[in-house]
């Protein structure tokens, strides 16, 4: 089936430890976005992806970096630089816009990884 | 994008109809009004969107006002499932800008 898969479900981090989340998806799909969510609160962008080799920062980038290498995949790294980086984070993907810059379709979404720090 | 504002919660008692309110008055001609939903500790699933025609799918009804200053989303029987924070959303649909979320609207369906 297609979909955006996140790995792992649940992690946890040492402080001062750099950790990365994984985020892969095989719809083709060219945009890629990360968001954070805090509990009770609604998503905020931390970086977003239009075409692979290309990203740009979202709301609350500081303390984070992404890289997309592959049209697939976009891994989000939590640096130690992150003070408070407990959250549920979420990746989701959009089919391309058309030729023209117009395109209506929807963000799909992935089932999420929940951060902790031990 | 333009902004929105719902209620922060509702609720509905299971196998009637959820009207889930949104406005969003200071929408442009060219932004579409899209509906998400989050089951608690899963990401947001896509419910429906629309540009000013009512549109309906097999999940839900969307019904955009004639100034399309504001929208409901109906749910028509709603059941113990459908238990989760609503998002309205409204979006350029130019490029692959992201999708901004607020604090949406929480839905309790009760038996």
């Known amino acids: 089936d297609g979909g955006i898969t996140q790995s792992p479900k649940y992690l946890f981090r040492k402080e001062g430890q750099n950790v990365t989340l994984s985020c892969e998806q095989n719809l083709n799909h060219d945009a890629m976005y990360w968001y954070r969510q805090d509990p009770g609160q609604g998503l905020r962008l931390i970086y977003y992806?239009?075409?692979?080799?290309?990203?740009q920062k979202g709301d609350i980038a500081e303390g984070y970096s992404v890289s997309r290498e592959k049209k697939e995949s976009f891994p989000l790294t939590v640096t130690s630089a992150q003070k408070n980086p407990t959250a549920f984070y979420l990746c989701?993907?959009?089919?391309?816009?058309?030729?023209?810059?117009?395109?209506?379709?929807?963000?799909?979404f992935g089932d999420g990884t929940r951060l902790s720090i031990l | 994008d333009a902004k929105t504002t719902q209620p922060p919660s509702m609720d509905c008692a299971e196998g009637r109809a959820a009207n889930l309110p949104c406005n969003h008055s200071t929408i442009s001609g060219n932004e579409y009004v899209y509906w998400y939903r989050q089951i608690h500790s899963q990401g947001p699933q896509y419910i429906i969107h629309?540009?000013?025609n009512n549109e309906t799918n097999e999940m839900a009804s969307l019904i955009i006002t004639e100034d399309r200053k504001s929208s409901t989303l109906i749910l028509p029987h709603a059941t113990l499932r459908d238990t989760a924070v609503y998002y309205c959303?409204?979006?350029?649909?130019?490029?692959?800008?992201?999708?901004?979320f607020g604090k949406g609207t929480r839905l309790s369906v009760i038996a």
């Open positions: 992806s239009q075409i692979v080799n290309d990203f």
């Open positions: 959303i409204v979006r350029v649909h130019s490029g692959n800008t992201p999708l901004v």
């Open positions: 989701a993907s959009r089919a391309a816009a058309l030729s023209g810059g117009y395109s209506n379709q929807p963000q799909h």
């Open positions: 629309g540009l000013k």
